[in-house]
């Protein structure tokens, strides 16, 4: 309860955005979404720190998702060249100060936490490549490639140092699975029947898995908008209700004989690198509750349990049900509460006992082991739940070192994922449309194809001349929260009004703060950018930008002007107003843009009609500009 405690109240108090696995976030930030408080210096402390205790407390919740987050906060700190706030900072690192390179250095983070928590480095690359990066590229691929293999190297390091049991859990491979099962996997045509039939079960249960997790993570966002006592408050609660669990179920199982010679301990054979541990709890001599053998351990060790080969009696139907009903109903209520929480392992372990079950209730008509099925049953759990196909294959293969597997988890996988599609979007996808995060399909939805352009334009439009007044420049910035203006010239500057540009709020900011002003309205250009480096306007870090409220501009400067050209991009994507939205909305995803100005088709009139943003291509916003349009289920 303690842990439990401290787990929530770093959350609650010090980095609410550490709460949850953290994938979404990443996800979302690497569709082009900045939220400065996903990556920040405090949510990767409260991460490392939370997630340790969250799983030190007993919770259901892996630590998988967190280290995926992990591994982008510590990315993101290099990338921003450290933290100015923490006396943390390393000018060889700027060069990383834009979008495309930083969301590439984010995206290897995200890998290297997979590879990380799953001793996976293949299955982290393609982790990032199918789930993670919504940009993707050949020189990317080299380089998540290279981080996962120093990860594989490193961490490889570590465990012969610790080997022995030095460093607890962590030296005997409390890590990873690696290994866990000895049998071979031999099928015949009739059993791939039944491994399409888990398929299925997994997809159903995986959609309803997530239609659950929706349900329950609504309610969660309810009491997480009161104060923080109230996220305690409901953590304990669940800690209190995981306990219970944890040691009332097992009275509620019978003691097995324990396999093998009689004695007062049952003995612990070793299977690969790891021993089966029999616990006796309740139990006369010579005889284990294998109930307890599930709950009365470490996650990771409970599923190393269910993998084991053996088609025998080591656990009881009713214990298996027992089992996979306490986990399934644990992982829904747990994942949303003020902890940092990953959904990984909570779904392998529900499908390891669930396909273990079907292994032990089909075993004398089936030749593949009952190990086997419970891989094969947390495989299709996992393509039901969070709609992964290439990565979660090679992320398993990797964990169990079973190449012989990959036909079988292939099809199970495909099955899963196609059966749970017909239902509703995977997990991740569902928690980021949770949280209101704006993300961008890579595809545009069908009523887009009746819609131009210029329909989903929202006003009113605010634009700078190319020369302007510093009092209308503060005035804009004030009263709105755009990060783009469209700059015009106008006459004596150009013959007609004619578009020169954007600028960004950004850099603006940066403009009048150094107070580059002229009383008369001409062109200063060449005076201006002598006094300006290119860092200057280079992206800043987690809350290191300029505001508003740190210009200190007096009523006389008010009324001089600024030249805004040295600082406008005379080059912006522009679409023309009659072109259909859909095909906006690929141009907008593909180029990964953050404005796209909307012109006139024909001459005469203004020189921008609006400009686009992400928010425009939403569907809340299309369908409610025009609700007679049918969104596509």
């Given at each position: 309860?303690?842990?439990?405690?401290?787990?929530?109240?770093?959350?609650?108090?010090?980095?609410?955005?550490?709460?949850?696995?953290?994938?979404?976030?990443?996800?979302?930030?690497?569709?082009?979404?900045?939220?400065?408080?996903?990556?920040?210096?405090?949510?990767?402390?409260?991460?490392?720190?939370?997630?340790?205790?969250?799983?030190?407390?007993?919770?259901?919740?892996?630590?998988?998702?967190?280290?995926?987050?992990?591994?982008?906060?510590?990315?993101?700190?290099?990338?921003?060249?450290?933290?100015?706030?923490?006396?943390?900072?390393?000018?060889?690192?700027?060069?990383?100060?834009?979008?495309?390179?930083?969301?590439?250095?984010?995206?290897?983070?995200?890998?290297?936490?997979?590879?990380?928590?799953?001793?996976?480095?293949?299955?982290?690359?393609?982790?990032?490549?199918?789930?993670?990066?919504?940009?993707?590229?050949?020189?990317?691929?080299?380089?998540?490639?290279?981080?996962?293999?120093?990860?594989?190297?490193?961490?490889?390091?570590?465990?012969?140092?610790?080997?022995?049991?030095?460093?607890?859990?962590?030296?005997?491979?409390?890590?990873?699975?690696?290994?866990?099962?000895?049998?071979?996997?031999?099928?015949?045509?009739?059993?791939?029947?039944?491994?399409?039939?888990?398929?299925?079960?997994?997809?159903?249960?995986?959609?309803?898995?997530n239609f659950l997790v929706d349900k329950v993570l609504r309610t969660y966002s309810l009491i997480n908008e009161r104060v923080p006592i109230f996220k305690i408050l409901v953590v304990m609660i669940i800690s209190l209700v995981t306990s219970s669990i944890r040691f009332g179920l097992p009275l509620l199982s019978k003691c097995i004989p324990c396999p093998g010679p009689e004695g007062d301990q049952c003995p612990s054979p070793t299977v690969g690198f790891f021993s089966i541990h029999y616990k006796n709890f309740q139990c006369p001599p010579n005889h284990y509750n294998d109930l307890t053998s599930l709950f009365f351990t470490t996650n990771d060790d409970a599923i190393r349990n269910l993998f084991i080969a053996g088609s025998d009696n080591r656990f009881q139907i009713s214990s298996l049900v027992i089992f996979f009903v306490a986990i399934y109903s644990l992982g829904i209520i747990t994942y949303g509460v003020a902890i940092p929480s990953g959904l990984f392992i909570p779904v392998i372990l529900a499908g390891a006992s669930y396909g273990r079950l079907v292994g032990s209730l089909l075993s004398p008509f089936t030749v593949l082991d009952a190990?086997?099925?419970?891989?094969?049953?947390?495989?299709?759990?996992?393509?039901?739940?969070?709609?992964?196909?290439?990565?979660?294959?090679?992320?398993?293969?990797?964990?169990?070192?079973?190449?012989?597997?990959?036909?079988?988890?292939?099809?199970?996988?495909?099955?899963?994922?196609?059966?749970?599609?017909?239902?509703?979007?995977?997990?991740?996808?569902?928690?980021?449309?949770?949280?209101?995060?704006?993300?961008?399909?890579?595809?545009?939805?069908?009523?887009?194809?009746?819609?131009?352009?210029?329909?989903?334009?929202?006003?009113?439009?605010?634009?700078?001349?190319?020369?302007?007044?510093?009092?209308?420049?503060?005035?804009?910035?004030?009263?709105?929260?755009?990060?783009?203006?469209?700059?015009?010239?106008?006459?004596?500057?150009?013959?007609?009004?004619?578009?020169?540009?954007?600028?960004?709020?950004?850099?603006?900011?940066?403009?009048?703060?150094?107070?580059?002003?002229?009383?008369?309205?001409?062109?200063?250009?060449?005076?201006?950018?002598?006094?300006?480096?290119?860092?200057?306007?280079?992206?800043?870090?987690?809350?290191?930008?300029?505001?508003?409220?740190?210009?200190?501009?007096?009523?006389?400067?008010?009324?001089?002007?600024?030249?805004?050209?040295?600082?406008?991009?005379?080059?912006?994507?522009?679409?023309?107003?009659?072109?259909?939205?859909?095909?906006?909305?690929?141009?907008?995803?593909?180029?990964?843009?953050?404005?796209?100005?909307?012109?006139?088709?024909?001459?005469?009139?203004?020189?921008?009609?609006?400009?686009?943003?992400?928010?425009?291509?939403?569907?809340?916003?299309?369908?409610?500009?025009?609700?007679?349009?049918?969104?596509?289920?």
């Amino acid at each position: 309860m303690i842990l439990a405690i401290a787990a929530a109240a770093l959350c609650a108090y010090i980095a609410p955005a550490a709460a949850g696995s953290g994938i979404p976030e990443v996800k979302a930030y690497l569709n082009g979404i900045d939220a400065h408080t996903i990556l920040a210096p405090s949510t990767l402390f409260v991460k490392i720190f939370g997630s340790i205790f969250g799983v030190a407390a007993g919770f259901v919740v892996g630590k998988e998702g967190p280290m995926v987050h992990t591994g982008a906060c510590v990315a993101n700190l290099l990338g921003q060249g450290g933290s100015r706030k923490y006396g943390l900072t390393w000018k060889w690192l700027r060069y990383f100060k834009n979008d495309r390179d930083r969301r590439d250095l984010i995206t290897c983070g995200a890998a290297a936490g997979v590879a990380g928590a799953f001793r996976a480095p293949v299955g982290g690359v393609l982790f990032a490549l199918e789930e993670a990066a919504s940009w993707w590229r050949s020189a990317l691929l080299w380089r998540t490639f290279f981080t996962t293999a120093v990860v594989a190297v490193v961490l490889r390091a570590l465990i012969q140092v610790c080997e022995g049991g030095k460093c607890g859990l962590f030296g005997k491979g409390g890590l990873i699975m690696f290994d866990v099962n000895s049998a071979k996997p031999v099928y015949n045509i009739p059993d791939l029947l039944v491994v399409i039939f888990l398929g299925v079960i997994g997809g159903l249960m995986g959609s309803l898995y997530n239609f659950l997790v929706d349900k329950v993570l609504r309610t969660y966002s309810l009491i997480n908008e009161r104060v923080p006592i109230f996220k305690i408050l409901v953590v304990m609660i669940i800690s209190l209700v995981t306990s219970s669990i944890r040691f009332g179920l097992p009275l509620l199982s019978k003691c097995i004989p324990c396999p093998g010679p009689e004695g007062d301990q049952c003995p612990s054979p070793t299977v690969g690198f790891f021993s089966i541990h029999y616990k006796n709890f309740q139990c006369p001599p010579n005889h284990y509750n294998d109930l307890t053998s599930l709950f009365f351990t470490t996650n990771d060790d409970a599923i190393r349990n269910l993998f084991i080969a053996g088609s025998d009696n080591r656990f009881q139907i009713s214990s298996l049900v027992i089992f996979f009903v306490a986990i399934y109903s644990l992982g829904i209520i747990t994942y949303g509460v003020a902890i940092p929480s990953g959904l990984f392992i909570p779904v392998i372990l529900a499908g390891a006992s669930y396909g273990r079950l079907v292994g032990s209730l089909l075993s004398p008509f089936t030749v593949l082991d009952a190990g086997l099925f419970a891989l094969l049953g947390a495989a299709s759990f996992l393509g039901g739940s969070m709609r992964m196909t290439v990565s979660l294959c090679i992320i398993l293969l990797e964990l169990t070192n079973d190449l012989l597997m990959l036909p079988l988890v292939m099809l199970v996988l495909l099955i899963s994922k196609s059966v749970a599609d017909c239902f509703n979007k995977g997990v991740y996808d569902q928690i980021v449309e949770i949280k209101g995060l704006p993300y961008m399909e890579a595809h545009a939805e069908p009523y887009m194809r009746h819609l131009a352009a210029s329909d989903v334009v929202s006003g009113p439009l605010f634009t700078f001349s190319g020369v302007e007044k510093v009092g209308n420049i503060v005035h804009a910035l004030k009263i709105t929260r755009h990060h783009g203006f469209p700059v015009i010239d106008e006459p004596p500057f150009s013959d007609a009004p004619e578009l020169c540009g954007l600028v960004l709020r950004s850099h603006l900011l940066v403009l009048l703060k150094n107070r580059t002003f002229s009383r008369q309205r001409v062109m200063t250009g060449s005076t201006i950018m002598r006094r300006f480096k290119a860092h200057d306007f280079a992206k800043p870090g987690s809350g290191k930008g300029l505001k508003l409220e740190d210009l200190d501009i007096t009523q006389d400067e008010m009324e001089m002007f600024v030249d805004l050209h040295p600082i406008t991009n005379t080059s912006p994507y522009t679409v023309v107003e009659t072109m259909s939205l859909a095909k906006a909305a690929i141009l907008f995803r593909e180029l990964g843009l953050r404005h796209l100005l909307v012109v006139p088709k024909t001459p005469g009139r203004p020189p921008i009609v609006g400009i686009l943003t992400r928010h425009d291509f939403m569907p809340e916003h299309v369908l409610g500009l025009f609700p007679h349009l049918k969104p596509h289920k």
